[in-house]
């Protein structure tokens, strides 16, 4: 298994509207490309300098190669979204994670 990780810095004047977004049409339409089989969005404890608050939105897949179909069919529409919507007010970075195992 694989998590693609975006985590976000969200400054506080778009913060609700960008939550209600998250929640309510991002994931769910990631989710609907059929590349994931689940999502969990958590909120990163860590105060940081810049101010705003931290989001990690974690959505798991199956293989490497289903994520890759997702950056080529998917990502690039996403985030001329998130750009248009939000502008700089939301700062993002990408990890990807292989789950070693489950306990």
């Given amino acids: 298994m694989i998590i693609y990780n975006v985590t976000s810095?969200?400054?506080?004047s778009i913060h609700?509207?960008?939550m209600i977004w998250m929640q309510h049409k991002h994931i769910p339409e990631i989710l609907a490309t059929g590349k994931f089989v689940s999502a969990r969005?958590?909120?990163v404890?860590?105060?940081?300098?810049?101010g705003g608050v931290t989001y990690s939105a974690q959505y798991t897949t199956d293989s490497k190669d289903t994520l890759e179909?997702?950056?080529?069919?998917?990502?690039p529409g996403f985030r001329a979204e998130i750009e248009?919507?939000?502008g700089e007010k939301?700062?993002?970075f990408r990890t990807e994670l292989?789950?070693?195992s489950d306990h």
């Fill in 9 to 12: 810095n969200v400054h506080e």
């Fill in 84 to 86: 248009k919507l939000f």
């Fill in 98 to 100: 292989q789950v070693i």
């Fill in 45 to 50: 404890l860590i105060e940081e300098e810049m």
């Fill in 69 to 75: 179909r997702y950056y080529q069919e998917d990502a």
């Fill in 41 to 43: 969005l958590v909120r």
């Fill in 16 to 18: 609700d509207q960008w």
């Fill in 90 to 92: 939301v700062l993002a």
